[in-house]
């Protein structure tokens, strides 16, 4: 609902279907002047100005993990084994070393660990998703799970706001892998091709 002009006499409704939803993130508060958390919504309207839907929160205010499982109920499906309660949570940092800030690569860890995490600290994870492999550089981390690919972006200079992207794996159209090259490319790479623009 978006309230126009001056004296607020015109409204604008807008109504997009949870099918049109082709990608969706959450981003907590951040730590001096960014409070607010964040919603955004990747549709399919790729060229238009509906494409990227964005909402702010006031810090406090409203629940960003019971969002957060709204979201996932209704993109990646019923959740078979719900998890009691939803509370708001910080994220959780471990970093891969000094190879991973000056490469960007990163690098394997504990699934279960993960698993275990995102399924309380915050709850980003339905409780009948599993983490089937994750990754992490410096400080951002790839989950591949049961139900989409999450990324988790730490920002600034303190890493206190973060942002949990999730893609379903419904919305992928084409993915590639590549092998390491024999001469300064040494890295492995995944690729995940979707509809959306990026």
């Known amino acids: 609902m ?15 279907p949870y099918a049109c939803i082709h990608g969706f993130s959450v981003q907590t508060a951040g730590a001096l002047l960014d409070r607010d958390t964040e919603l955004t919504l990747y549709t399919n309207a790729v060229n238009s100005e509906l494409y990227k839907l964005r909402q702010d929160f006031r810090h406090g205010k409203a629940n960003l993990w ?11 499906g019923p959740d078979s084994a719900p998890l009691d309660g939803v509370a708001q949570y910080d994220g959780q940092s471990q970093g891969a070393g000094i190879l991973g800030i000056l490469t960007g690569n990163e690098v394997p860890i504990d699934k279960n660990a993960m698993n275990a995490v995102l399924h309380s600290d915050p709850p980003i994870l339905q409780g009948s998703e599993t983490v089937e492999i994750c990754f992490q550089g410096y400080r951002d981390i790839t989950l591949f799970t049961t139900k989409r690919v999450v990324l ?8 206190k706001k973060v942002e949990y992207f999730s893609i379903p794996w419904a919305k992928f ?16 790479e995944v690729l995940l091709y979707t509809e959306m623009g990026f």
């Open 2 to 16: 978006n309230v126009k002009g001056l004296v607020g006499k015109k409204i604008e409704f807008l109504t997009v």
């Open 66 to 76: 019971a969002i957060q499982k709204v979201l996932c109920n209704k993109i990646l």
């Open 152 to 159: 988790i972006d730490k920002k600034g200079l303190f890493a």
């Open 173 to 188: 159209v084409a993915f590639g892998v590549r092998s390491a090259g024999a001469f300064l490319d040494f890295d492995t």
